[in-house]
C-alpha cells in the first residue's frame, strides 16, 4: 500500500498517435505528472526483406520505393547505390546530378509539409488558449483551412513535379540504376525543373524566410538570430519568425533532450565537374559522422548492428551487422521484454538520433552548432533544423541543375555481369540515415536488409537497456494535464517518426 503522499505510478496509453506516418503507439509511465519511464511500438510489422530473398538482383529497385509512398525516392536512390558498389560501377556526373536533385526535391517537400502540416497543427491545440498567439496560430495552422496550411499543400505538390520530370512518376519511381539513371531529360525538361525550383525559391523566401536565402546565409549564432528577428518586420511575421516566438514562450527549448548521440550517413556525392565545394574527406555535400556530446567520431558502417532484444523477432545471442542480421517474425506478447515489430540500430552499442538536426551537425551548420552548445538537444532545435534545411539545399538544386543544362554527357555507365557479391547503399533521407544492404548470390538476392531513419529513433530498448532516442526524449517530461499530454505529442512529432518506413503489415483476424 502506498504511503501517504506517494502515489503509484500512472500508464499513460497513446494509440494511435496522429499526424505521424504509420501506426506508433505510445506507453509513458507517470509519477507526480513527470513522465518516468516511455516505450515506443511499431506495432505492424514489415516483410520487405523477406519478399525479397531469392530475386532477380535488380528486383529491389522496383520492391524498396514501395516501401513507403513518403520518401520512395530515397529508398531507391540507396538501393541503387547499394547495387552500384556490388557492379563496382562508377556513374556518370550528369546521373550524379540528377540522384542529388530529385533527393532533394523529395527533402524540401517532406521539410515543410512536416512542419506545418503536422508539427504547428499542435500550435492549435486547446492547451495553448491561454498563449499570447493562439489565434494567429489557428489563423496559420488549422488544419485543412489554415493560411500556411493551404498554402503547403499547394506548393509542395509543385515541387514534386520534379521528380515526376525526372524520373517519369513520383511516388514509387524506378528510374535509377546501378550505374545511373535510365532516363535523359531533355533541355526542355530540365529548364521546366529550374522554374519549378525557383518559384519555390521564391515562396519559401517570402512566407517560410521572410527574406533572401543569402541574408539566411549570414546567420551564424543566436545572437545573430535574434538580430535578424527584430530587423525588419517581414522577418518577424514570416513562418519562421512565427516559429521562433511561439516555441519559446511554449517552452519547446525545455522539452525532449533525447540520448545526445547523433548519426549522420552523408549524402549527395559530389560530381567530379561540379561548382559545389566541400573541404571534406569524402566527395559529399553532407558528410558522414557519428556524435556522442557533440563529440565527432569517425563513421564506419561495420560499427551498425541491429538488436532486437525486445522486438517481436526471433533474436539469437547477439545484436548483427545488416549484412549478417535477419528478419525472423516471432510474434508473442508481452514475454521476454518484447514490445515492438521495430528493431533497435545501434551504433557501436549506443542508441543514436537521426535527422535534419543530426544533418545539420555532422555539416557543422554554425547556428545549430550554437543552440547546441548553449542548451542541448530539444524540440525547439529539432524542429528549427527541419524548418531551415530547405534554405541550404534549394540553391544545390538550382546549380545542379544548370550544370546538367550545360553538360552533354552521359547519365548511364554500363557494367559487367556479376553473381556474387554484396554492396551497401548509405544516404540521409528526409528523416535522417537510411541504409540498404545486400547479398547477392547465383545472381539472386540471397540477403537484404534495411534500416530507416525511424527505425534509429522510433526503436526499443537493446539488451543493454538503453531506450530508443524517442524513448528518452520522453523521459523526465513534465505533463500539465494528462489527458492532454501536449508536450508528448511536441517531442513525438519532433522526431518526425514515419513507421510506415519501419513496419510493414498486420494481422486482420484480430
Same mark, same amino acid.
Not at 556518370?92 to 504547428?120: C, G, S
Not at 524506378?174 to 531529360?185: E, L
Not at 545573430?224 to 513562418?239: A, F, I, M, P, T
Given at each position: 500500500m502506498a504511503s501517504v503522499g506517494q502515489m503509484k505510478p500512472k500508464k499513460i496509453h497513446i494509440f494511435p498517435v496522429n499526424r505521424v506516418?504509420?501506426?506508433?503507439?505510445? +506507453?509513458?509511465? #507517470?509519477?507526480?505528472?513527470?513522465?518516468?519511464?516511455?516505450?515506443?511500438?511499431?506495432?505492424?510489422?514489415?516483410?520487405?526483406?523477406?519478399?525479397?530473398?531469392?530475386?532477380?538482383?535488380? %528486383?529491389?529497385?522496383?520492391?524498396?520505393?514501395?516501401?513507403?509512398?513518403?520518401?520512395?525516392?530515397?529508398?531507391?536512390?540507396?538501393?541503387?547505390?547499394?547495387? %552500384?558498389?556490388?557492379?563496382?560501377?562508377?556513374?556518370?556526373?550528369?546521373?550524379?546530378?540528377?540522384?542529388?536533385?530529385?533527393?532533394?526535391?523529395?527533402?524540401?517537400?517532406?521539410?515543410?509539409?512536416?512542419?506545418?502540416?503536422? !508539427?504547428?497543427?499542435?500550435?492549435?491545440? +486547446?492547451?495553448?488558449?491561454?498563449?499570447?498567439?493562439?489565434?494567429?496560430?489557428?489563423?496559420?495552422?488549422?488544419?485543412?483551412?489554415?493560411?500556411?496550411?493551404?498554402?503547403?499543400?499547394?506548393?509542395?505538390?509543385?515541387?514534386?513535379?520534379?521528380?515526376?520530370? &525526372?524520373?517519369? +512518376?513520383?511516388?514509387?519511381?524506378?528510374?535509377?540504376?546501378?550505374?545511373?539513371?535510365? *532516363?535523359?531529360?531533355?533541355?526542355?525538361?530540365?529548364?521546366? *525543373?529550374?522554374?519549378?525550383?525557383?518559384?519555390?525559391?521564391?515562396? !519559401?523566401?517570402?512566407? #517560410?524566410?521572410?527574406?533572401?536565402?543569402?541574408?539566411?546565409?549570414?546567420?551564424?549564432?543566436?545572437?545573430?538570430? %535574434?538580430?535578424? &528577428? %527584430?530587423?525588419?518586420?517581414?522577418?518577424?511575421?514570416?513562418?519562421?519568425?512565427?516559429?521562433?516566438?511561439?516555441?519559446?514562450?511554449?517552452?519547446?527549448?525545455?522539452?525532449?533532450?533525447?540520448?545526445?548521440?547523433?548519426?549522420?550517413?552523408?549524402?549527395?556525392? &559530389?560530381?567530379?565537374?561540379?561548382?559545389?565545394? #566541400?573541404?571534406?574527406?569524402?566527395?559529399?555535400?553532407l558528410q558522414p559522422g557519428f556524435f556522442h556530446k557533440l563529440e565527432r567520431r569517425a563513421f564506419d558502417q561495420k560499427k551498425i548492428s541491429e538488436d532486437v532484444s525486445h522486438s517481436w523477432f526471433d533474436d539469437g545471442l547477439h545484436s548483427k551487422h545488416p549484412f549478417e542480421g535477419e528478419t525472423r517474425p516471432y510474434a508473442i506478447g508481452k514475454e521476454r521484454g518484447k514490445y515492438s515489430w521495430a528493431k533497435a540500430p545501434r551504433y557501436d552499442a549506443m542508441p543514436a538520433e537521426t535527422g535534419p538536426l543530426a544533418e545539420m551537425i555532422a555539416a557543422d551548420n554554425p547556428l545549430l552548432g550554437d543552440f547546441m552548445r548553449q542548451d542541448g538537444p530539444n524540440v525547439f532545435i529539432r524542429e528549427l533544423a527541419r524548418l531551415i534545411r530547405p534554405a541550404y539545399l534549394i540553391p544545390l538544386m538550382e546549380q545542379w541543375l544548370e550544370e546538367t543544362i550545360r553538360c552533354h554527357e552521359e547519365f548511364y555507365q554500363d557494367h559487367s555481369k556479376k553473381e556474387k557479391g554484396e554492396g551497401y547503399g548509405l544516404l540521409e533521407a528526409p528523416r535522417g540515415a537510411l541504409g540498404h544492404w545486400v547479398k547477392i548470390k547465383d545472381a539472386k538476392i540471397e540477403k537484404y536488409q534495411i534500416i530507416t531513419p525511424t527505425a534509429w529513433n522510433a526503436s526499443p530498448r537493446d539488451a543493454n537497456g538503453f531506450r530508443g532516442p524517442l524513448e528518452e526524449a520522453i523521459v523526465g517530461t513534465e505533463i500539465k494535464d494528462l489527458d492532454n499530454p501536449i508536450e508528448v505529442d511536441h517531442i513525438i512529432r519532433s522526431f518526425d517518426p514515419c513507421l510506415v518506413c519501419t513496419v510493414h503489415a498486420v494481422d486482420v483476424r484480430k
Open positions: 506516418e504509420g501506426d506508433l503507439e505510445i +506507453q509513458i509511465e #507517470v509519477e507526480n505528472n513527470r513522465a518516468s519511464d516511455a516505450w515506443s511500438a511499431g506495432i505492424m510489422y514489415r516483410g520487405f526483406e523477406n519478399l525479397l530473398v531469392g530475386r532477380a538482383v535488380l %528486383d529491389g529497385l522496383v520492391l524498396t520505393p514501395r516501401i513507403c509512398g513518403i520518401c520512395s525516392t530515397s529508398h531507391l536512390n540507396a538501393a541503387a547505390k547499394a547495387l %552500384d558498389m556490388f557492379f563496382n560501377v562508377e556513374i556518370p556526373n550528369n546521373a550524379v546530378r540528377i540522384r542529388n536533385i530529385t533527393l532533394i526535391a523529395e527533402k524540401i517537400q517532406n521539410d515543410v509539409r512536416h512542419a506545418f502540416l503536422l !508539427f504547428m497543427a499542435d500550435f492549435t491545440n +486547446q492547451a495553448y488558449q491561454k498563449h499570447s498567439l493562439f489565434a494567429e496560430a489557428v489563423r496559420r495552422y488549422k488544419p485543412l483551412s489554415g493560411e500556411t496550411t493551404a498554402a503547403t499543400v499547394r506548393e509542395t505538390k509543385k515541387i514534386l513535379e520534379i521528380i515526376a520530370n &525526372l524520373g517519369g +512518376q513520383w511516388p514509387h519511381s524506378s528510374f535509377m540504376v546501378p550505374g545511373g539513371v535510365v *532516363c535523359v531529360p531533355g533541355a526542355n525538361d530540365l529548364v521546366q *525543373c529550374l522554374f519549378v525550383i525557383r518559384n519555390f525559391r521564391k515562396w !519559401f523566401q517570402s512566407r #517560410v524566410l521572410g527574406c533572401q536565402i543569402e541574408r539566411w546565409m549570414e546567420i551564424k549564432s543566436k545572437a545573430d538570430l %535574434d538580430v535578424w &528577428l %527584430d530587423e525588419d518586420e517581414s522577418h518577424l511575421k514570416s513562418d519562421l519568425g512565427f516559429y521562433l516566438r511561439f516555441a519559446k514562450e511554449a517552452g519547446l527549448q525545455k522539452i525532449g533532450r533525447g540520448c545526445e548521440n547523433f548519426i549522420s550517413f552523408g549524402s549527395l556525392d &559530389l560530381p567530379k565537374d561540379t561548382g559545389v565545394k #566541400v573541404d571534406a574527406e569524402t566527395r559529399q555535400f
